[in-house]
Antibody, heavy 119, light 110 residues
Framework: QVQLQESGPGLVKPSETLSLNCAVSDYSISNGFYWAWIRQAPGKGLEWIGSIYNNGPTYYNPSLKSRVTISLDTSKNHFSLKVASVTAADTAVYYC????????????WGHGTLVTVSP | QSALTQPASVSGSPGQSITISCTGSISDIGIYNYVSWYQQHRDKAPKVVIFEVTNRPSGISDRFSGSKSGITASLTISGLQAEDEADYFCMSYTSSGSLVFGGGTKLTVL
């Protein structure tokens, strides 16, 4: 059973960079799946942020692409998210997930971590 | 990219069946069978209940079924149970290489 766990600061100031990590257990992230970030603003729906494939192609939501970077660290078996120039609109629960290749669905999810953007 | 369109809410009594629709476009649902559905209970992470339009992951009840016609996908839950009360989200792959969610549907079991 693949397990994912998000970690990072729960509070970020406006205009700063939000940084989160997702530790993956019981599966090597270099084994050919995509690895994704999804977020959910309070009381709102799910929003795909982006996915990275095995240190290869990275795909981002066009609405966030200019501010987002997703990367893999195979030595630590984790992957990361950075969102630059954050505003209150970036306040959300951030989830990491495994993204099944070709069929493109999220089969395993982390529990999520709340990030609040506030002065 | 525009979010897929779902009804804000649906409801049904225990034992009944309900269907949630998810309308996209010719750039997503209309040309790909990469449609998935997620169940999210309050304050919990989402869980996939349907992938590739009609397939159920291991451990998901056969009361959950999916279908697609044209640019609209549907999730049907039969024999409604109290535990089915949750938010449901559809998602599709798109021709631009992105993934897009629906706005979500709140299911109330009366």
């Amino acid at each position: 059973q693949v397990q994912l766990q998000e970690s990072g600061p729960g509070l970020v100031k406006p205009s700063e960079t939000l940084s989160l990590n997702c530790a993956v257990s019981d599966y090597s992230i270099s084994n050919g799946f995509y690895w994704a970030w999804i977020r959910q603003a309070p009381g709102k729906g799910l929003e795909w942020i982006g996915s990275i494939y095995n240190n290869g192609p990275t795909y981002y939501n066009p609405s966030l692409k200019s501010r987002v970077t997703i990367s893999l660290d195979t030595s630590k078996n984790h992957f990361s998210l950075k969102v630059a120039s954050v505003t209150a609109a970036d306040t959300a629960v951030y989830y990491c997930a495994r993204d099944y290749p070709v069929l493109r669905y999220f089969d395993f999810w982390g529990h999520g971590t709340l990030v609040t953007v506030s002065p | 990219q525009s979010a897929l369109t779902q009804p804000a809410s649906v409801s049904g009594s225990p034992g009944q069946s309900i269907t949630i629709s998810c309308t996209g476009s010719i750039s997503d649902i209309g040309i790909y069978n990469y449609v998935s559905w997620y169940q999210q209970h309050r304050d919990k992470a989402p869980k996939v209940v349907i992938f590739e339009v009609t397939n159920r992951p291991s451990g998901i009840s056969d009361r959950f079924s999916g279908s697609k016609s044209g640019i609209t996908a549907s999730l049907t839950i039969s024999g409604l149970q109290a535990e089915d009360e949750a938010d449901y989200f559809c998602m599709s792959y798109t021709s631009s290489g992105s993934l897009v969610f629906g706005g979500g549907t709140k299911l109330t079991v009366l």
